[in-house]
Protein backbone atom coordinates (compact mmCIF):
# COMPACT_ATOMS: atom_id res chain seq x y z
CA UNK A 1 0.00 0.00 0.00
CA UNK A 2 2.75 2.08 1.03
CA UNK A 3 4.05 1.60 -2.44
CA UNK A 4 1.60 2.57 -4.52
CA UNK A 5 1.12 5.56 -2.89
CA UNK A 6 4.98 6.35 -3.22
CA UNK A 7 4.30 5.49 -6.72
CA UNK A 8 1.55 7.94 -7.44
CA UNK A 9 3.02 10.72 -5.74
CA UNK A 10 6.05 10.65 -8.09
CA UNK A 11 4.01 10.07 -11.00
CA UNK A 12 2.24 12.89 -9.95
CA UNK A 13 5.29 15.01 -9.29
CA UNK A 14 6.18 14.30 -12.90
CA UNK A 15 3.62 15.10 -14.39
CA UNK A 16 3.05 18.60 -12.98
CA UNK A 17 6.42 19.34 -13.62
CA UNK A 18 6.20 18.56 -17.15
CA UNK A 19 5.92 21.74 -19.65
CA UNK A 20 2.08 22.17 -21.37
CA UNK A 21 3.19 21.44 -25.01
CA UNK A 22 1.22 23.54 -27.52
CA UNK A 23 -0.62 22.06 -30.38
CA UNK A 24 1.59 23.66 -32.79
CA UNK A 25 5.03 25.99 -32.87
CA UNK A 26 3.53 29.18 -34.17
CA UNK A 27 2.95 32.31 -30.90
CA UNK A 28 0.17 34.37 -31.92
CA UNK A 29 1.06 37.57 -29.97
CA UNK A 30 -2.51 39.75 -29.47
CA UNK A 31 -0.16 43.27 -29.07
CA UNK A 32 1.27 43.02 -32.21
CA UNK A 33 -0.39 40.79 -34.36
CA UNK A 34 2.55 39.27 -35.63
CA UNK A 35 2.99 35.12 -35.56
CA UNK A 36 6.65 33.84 -35.20
CA UNK A 37 8.24 30.01 -35.17
CA UNK A 38 9.76 29.74 -31.88
CA UNK A 39 10.54 26.18 -30.33
CA UNK A 40 9.07 27.09 -26.45
CA UNK A 41 5.87 25.38 -27.22
CA UNK A 42 4.02 28.38 -26.82
CA UNK A 43 0.27 27.55 -27.43
CA UNK A 44 -0.80 29.94 -30.78
CA UNK A 45 -2.88 29.89 -33.43
CA UNK A 46 -3.76 26.26 -35.76
CA UNK A 47 -2.27 27.70 -38.59
CA UNK A 48 0.65 30.27 -39.45
CA UNK A 49 -0.21 32.90 -42.05
CA UNK A 50 2.72 33.56 -44.09
CA UNK A 51 3.44 36.32 -46.38
CA UNK A 52 4.37 34.65 -49.23
CA UNK A 53 2.22 31.52 -48.55
CA UNK A 54 0.56 30.61 -51.74
CA UNK A 55 -3.06 30.33 -52.03
CA UNK A 56 -4.62 26.79 -53.08
CA UNK A 57 -5.73 26.86 -56.69
CA UNK A 58 -9.59 26.61 -57.06
CA UNK A 59 -11.54 24.04 -59.03
CA UNK A 60 -14.34 24.90 -61.15
CA UNK A 61 -17.96 22.66 -61.09
CA UNK A 62 -17.15 19.45 -63.00
CA UNK A 63 -19.86 18.03 -64.85
CA UNK A 64 -21.01 14.73 -63.36
CA UNK A 65 -23.66 12.28 -64.82
CA UNK A 66 -27.45 12.40 -63.50
CA UNK A 67 -28.45 8.84 -62.44
CA UNK A 68 -30.63 7.93 -59.79
CA UNK A 69 -29.28 7.29 -56.23
CA UNK A 70 -31.25 5.00 -54.90
CA UNK A 71 -34.55 3.09 -55.20
CA UNK A 72 -37.35 6.21 -55.16
CA UNK A 73 -34.87 8.42 -57.31
CA UNK A 74 -36.15 9.62 -60.72
CA UNK A 75 -33.81 10.23 -63.85
CA UNK A 76 -33.84 13.70 -64.92
CA UNK A 77 -32.54 13.96 -68.43
CA UNK A 78 -31.17 16.69 -70.46
CA UNK A 79 -30.50 18.85 -67.77
CA UNK A 80 -27.10 20.60 -67.54
CA UNK A 81 -25.58 20.69 -64.00
CA UNK A 82 -22.42 19.59 -62.06
CA UNK A 83 -24.31 17.68 -59.24
CA UNK A 84 -27.25 15.09 -58.52
CA UNK A 85 -30.82 16.45 -58.95
CA UNK A 86 -33.28 14.12 -57.01
CA UNK A 87 -36.96 14.97 -56.79
CA UNK A 88 -38.57 13.57 -53.61
CA UNK A 89 -42.10 12.49 -54.72
CA UNK A 90 -43.06 11.75 -51.42
CA UNK A 91 -43.10 15.19 -50.61
CA UNK A 92 -45.05 16.36 -53.44
CA UNK A 93 -47.68 14.02 -52.84
CA UNK A 94 -47.76 15.43 -49.43
CA UNK A 95 -48.24 18.96 -50.81
CA UNK A 96 -51.07 17.91 -52.84
CA UNK A 97 -52.76 15.78 -49.79
CA UNK A 98 -52.31 19.09 -48.04
CA UNK A 99 -54.35 20.69 -50.21
CA UNK A 100 -56.99 18.47 -50.76
CA UNK A 101 -57.01 18.10 -47.26
CA UNK A 102 -57.31 22.01 -46.27
CA UNK A 103 -59.72 22.71 -48.80
CA UNK A 104 -62.18 19.95 -47.09
CA UNK A 105 -61.59 21.58 -43.61
CA UNK A 106 -62.83 24.96 -45.27
CA UNK A 107 -66.11 23.24 -47.52
CA UNK A 108 -66.68 21.19 -44.12
CA UNK A 109 -67.02 24.15 -41.74
CA UNK A 110 -68.38 26.37 -44.91
CA UNK A 111 -71.12 23.89 -44.97
CA UNK A 112 -71.67 22.57 -41.35
CA UNK A 113 -71.54 25.75 -40.14
CA UNK A 114 -74.74 27.70 -41.80
CA UNK A 115 -76.57 24.54 -41.71
CA UNK A 116 -76.35 24.12 -37.91
CA UNK A 117 -77.20 27.55 -37.24
CA UNK A 118 -79.98 26.92 -39.24
CA UNK A 119 -81.37 24.15 -37.67
CA UNK A 120 -81.02 26.03 -34.29
CA UNK A 121 -83.27 28.32 -36.18
CA UNK A 122 -85.87 25.68 -36.88
CA UNK A 123 -85.91 24.55 -33.78
CA UNK A 124 -86.67 27.69 -32.32
CA UNK A 125 -89.72 28.38 -35.07
CA UNK A 126 -90.54 24.36 -33.93
CA UNK A 127 -89.85 22.61 -37.31
CA UNK A 128 -89.74 18.90 -37.41
CA UNK A 129 -86.36 18.47 -39.41
CA UNK A 130 -84.51 21.09 -37.08
CA UNK A 131 -82.49 18.19 -35.00
CA UNK A 132 -81.74 16.53 -38.94
CA UNK A 133 -80.05 19.74 -39.80
CA UNK A 134 -78.61 20.25 -36.11
CA UNK A 135 -76.71 16.75 -36.52
CA UNK A 136 -76.13 17.30 -40.49
CA UNK A 137 -74.02 20.29 -39.72
CA UNK A 138 -72.21 19.37 -36.93
CA UNK A 139 -70.94 16.15 -38.71
CA UNK A 140 -69.71 18.44 -41.30
CA UNK A 141 -68.07 21.05 -38.83
CA UNK A 142 -66.23 17.93 -37.35
CA UNK A 143 -65.37 16.32 -40.67
CA UNK A 144 -64.29 19.04 -41.84
CA UNK A 145 -61.81 20.05 -39.02
CA UNK A 146 -60.42 15.96 -38.85
CA UNK A 147 -59.91 15.87 -42.37
CA UNK A 148 -55.99 17.44 -42.33
CA UNK A 149 -54.83 14.83 -39.14
CA UNK A 150 -56.38 12.30 -40.68
CA UNK A 151 -54.61 12.39 -43.78
CA UNK A 152 -51.44 13.37 -41.89
CA UNK A 153 -51.89 10.40 -39.87
CA UNK A 154 -52.32 8.46 -42.77
CA UNK A 155 -49.71 10.11 -44.74
CA UNK A 156 -47.04 9.43 -41.72
CA UNK A 157 -47.84 6.12 -41.63
CA UNK A 158 -47.22 4.78 -44.55
CA UNK A 159 -44.36 6.86 -44.80
CA UNK A 160 -42.92 5.24 -41.38
CA UNK A 161 -44.08 1.58 -43.26
CA UNK A 162 -41.93 2.35 -46.49
CA UNK A 163 -44.98 2.48 -48.82
CA UNK A 164 -43.51 4.97 -50.82
CA UNK A 165 -39.67 4.36 -51.14
Known sequence: MRILAIITTVLAALVLTLPALAQ???????????????????????????????APQLQGATNGTIGPQGGDATVIQGVNTAGTVRVNNLANLEALLNIIANGME????????????????????????????????????????????????????????????
Open 24 to 54: DAFDSTAATGNQTNNTANFTGAQTQQGGNAA
Open 106 to 165: ILGIAWGGPTMIWGFMNMAAGTHDALKRIIWGAAGVTGGLATPGCINWLVASCRDANLFS
